[in-house]
């Protein structure tokens, strides 16, 4: 079974910026893609960030676009999700999920591995 642990959260204040990475070990990520996901008490996990496999190709929800880079290198079975310029919105519980496939997906139902979360706050 394949264990995901992110790290890197935190609290920053607006503005600022932070690096989470989300370590996989047990098996390779690098045959699938990764995701980046975000979740508030009360509400649903919403979708940040995907990658495919090669890293050749990312997308990202609106709301983080020009602020959020999704990186990985497969060599350390390691992705990462670099948040710029940060806001109080952005606060919530961060979740990296491996992907069913290859290719990339918005769709939490297209990844089945997720993390334990690694809290980010960011302070006004």
């Known amino acids: 079974q394949v264990q995901l642990v992110e790290s890197g959260g935190g609290l920053v204040q607006a503005g600022g910026s932070l690096r989470l990475s989300c370590a996989a070990s047990?098996?390779?990520?690098?045959?699938?893609?990764m995701g980046w996901f975000r979740q508030v008490p009360g509400k649903e996990r919403v979708f940040v960030a995907t990658?495919?496999?090669?890293?050749?190709?990312?997308s990202y929800a609106d709301f983080v676009k020009g602020r959020f880079t999704i990186s990985r290198d497969n060599a350390k079975n390691t992705v990462y999700l670099q948040m710029n310029s940060l806001k109080p919105e952005d606060t919530a519980f961060y979740y990296c999920?491996?992907?069913?496939?290859?290719?990339?997906?918005?769709?939490?139902?297209?990844?089945?591995?997720w993390g334990q979360g690694t809290q980010v706050t960011v302070s006004s």
């Open positions: 999920a491996i992907a069913k496939g290859a290719t990339t997906t918005p769709g939490a139902s297209g990844y089945n591995y």
């Open positions: 990658i495919n496999w090669s890293g050749s190709f990312t």
């Open positions: 047990r098996r390779t990520i690098s045959n699938y893609a």
